[in-house]
């Protein structure tokens, strides 16, 4: 189980806390004060990490000789009924495209196996599920950051 405080410090900007590390959230220039990454730019960020961290994880178990990943991700909302593989057929989708680079001596074989195995990486898996956010009100003093995995 993973645990993360958001807090806002000033204007849009948000300080986020995750096992100690700290890090900034803010929106644009115009919006907000452009202090760090949106929270859609972190979403892709946590989806791209966590492909490069799977793939080198399991080449390394399975002995291919990946030496190292680059992803680059996209995300942009689209009309639903302009969608053929989505199941919604009305309003529009997120839609999220991931450009994956392998770099190493590989073959056509394990270049497409690593290409199956992106789409089993957790945050994939967590994002393509179905999701429930559970909100609740809390009391400041019972606020308190605990971590725990």
Do not use: W
């Not at 100690?20 to 202090?35: I, K, L, N, R, Y």
């Not at 291919?64 to 992803?71: A, G, K, Q, W």
């Not at 199941?87 to 690593?114: F, V, W, Y």
């Not at 290409?115 to 945050?123: H, M, T, W």
């Amino acid at each position: 189980m993973s645990e993360v405080q958001v807090e806002s410090t000033r204007g849009l900007q948000h300080s986020v806390t995750a096992r100690g590390h700290q890090f900034v959230s803010d929106e644009p220039a115009g919006v907000g004060q452009d202090a760090g990454p949106t929270p859609y730019e972190y979403l892709l960020a946590a989806l791209g990490a966590c492909t490069s961290m799977t793939l080198l994880m399991y080449a390394r178990r399975k002995g291919i000789p990946l030496e190292s990943v680059r992803v680059r991700l996209r995300d942009q909302r689209v009309h639903a009924a302009d969608c053929a593989d989505c199941e919604s057929k009305e309003g529009h989708i997120t839609e999220i495209a991931r450009d994956i680079e392998l770099r190493g001596p590989l073959n056509t074989e394990q270049r497409n196996r690593l290409l199956e195995i992106a789409s089993k990486c957790p945050v994939h898996k967590t994002l393509t599920a179905e999701i429930k956010v559970r909100d609740r009100l809390v009391e400041k003093q019972n606020f308190r950051l605990k971590i725990s995995d």
